[in-house]
Nanobody, 115 residues
């Protein structure tokens, strides 16, 4: 009943920018907590940052100052703006929606930072 779909991934050169979009269908989007995670092969998923209905919830130290989480409740979308990208940011990025009590994950979108 709740579906989460990420989009906007792709290839970008170091120092570039990319904006990921998380589109959530079903339920009351404005009440959902949204979190962004990323996963690199051989490593567990890492929480990048998140946002409640009111405020951003802390960013990972590795992305602080470079990434920004936001949301547009009217569009039922959340965003991850990624600036000054580094090769180590390469990962599959996932959006997680938490309407309570269940948690719903998107399928992920690949971000590759390379020259």
């Amino acid at each position: 009943q709740v579906q989460v779909v990420e989009s906007g991934g792709g290839l970008v050169q170091p120092g570039g920018s990319l904006r990921l979009t998380c589109t959530v269908s079903g339920g009351t989007f404005s009440s959902y907590n949204i979190d962004w995670y990323r996963q690199t092969p051989g490593k567990p998923r890492e929480r990048v940052g998140g946002i409640t209905d009111r405020a951003i919830v802390g960013y990972a130290d590795s992305v602080k100052g470079r990434f920004t989480v936001s949301r547009d409740n009217a569009k039922r979308m959340a965003y991850l703006q990624m600036d000054r990208l580094r090769p180590e940011d390469t990962a599959v990025y996932y959006c997680r929606a938490n309407p309570g009590p269940a948690i719903f994950w998107g399928q992920g979108t690949q971000v590759t930072v390379s020259s």
